[in-house]
């Protein structure tokens, strides 16, 4: 009994000595500035350094910080500035020598694919009809329209309603 006693006295007193710390919400700018410098006492010179070049990261962020109620004044995502292309082939390249058939299509798509990621190119091919659809990267243009210039099925490309062809002429798409 008299250690249940002595046990709760200790509990006690404990309590009572943290309900008497101060919350830091109550403490002036002098201790605030007396508790850091106490505990910059035993920190080395590079250790201080760091910790003020850190600091002074993220206060330059959190001022840098943007809006993000207002999507215009957020960077673009990396990757979203995607951009459709469509290929016109040479009919005279396809396995008849008269047409692109679906199957020509579709052989070439998965032909060209292998290609161009084998070479670090990575886009996405799809068969539509007698002409090929590839979506991709805008960055990835230059490189994807060399490419496609070098391929003897290619007749011309057409990419943001421009039809671009081997002699580096364009032409508005005739609607």
Do not use: C
Request: aromatic share 8%.
């Amino acid at each position: 009994m008299k250690k249940f006693g002595f046990v709760l006295i200790v509990l006690l007193a404990m309590l009572a000595a943290a309900g008497a710390a101060m919350k830091h919400k109550e403490w002036t700018d002098a201790e605030l500035q007396a508790l850091e410098t106490s505990w910059e006492a035993n920190d080395s010179e590079e250790e201080l350094d760091s910790f003020e070049r850190r600091h002074r990261l993220i206060s330059e962020m959190h001022k840098n910080k943007k809006d993000t109620d207002d999507p215009s004044s957020l960077p673009p995502l990396p990757g979203s500035d995607r951009v459709m292309m469509f290929v016109e082939m040479l009919p005279e390249h396809s396995s008849s020598g008269k047409g692109w058939s679906s199957k020509d299509t579709e052989k070439l798509t998965k032909k060209w694919r292998s290609l161009l990621i084998s070479g670090g190119v990575d886009v996405r091919l799809y068969n539509a009809d007698d002409k090929v659809l590839i979506d991709l990267e805008r960055r990835l243009l230059p490189d994807t329209k060399e490419f496609l210039f070098d391929q003897p099925e290619t007749n011309f490309l057409t990419v943001d309603s421009m039809d671009l062809y081997r002699d580096g002429t364009k032409r508005p798409v005739k609607n």
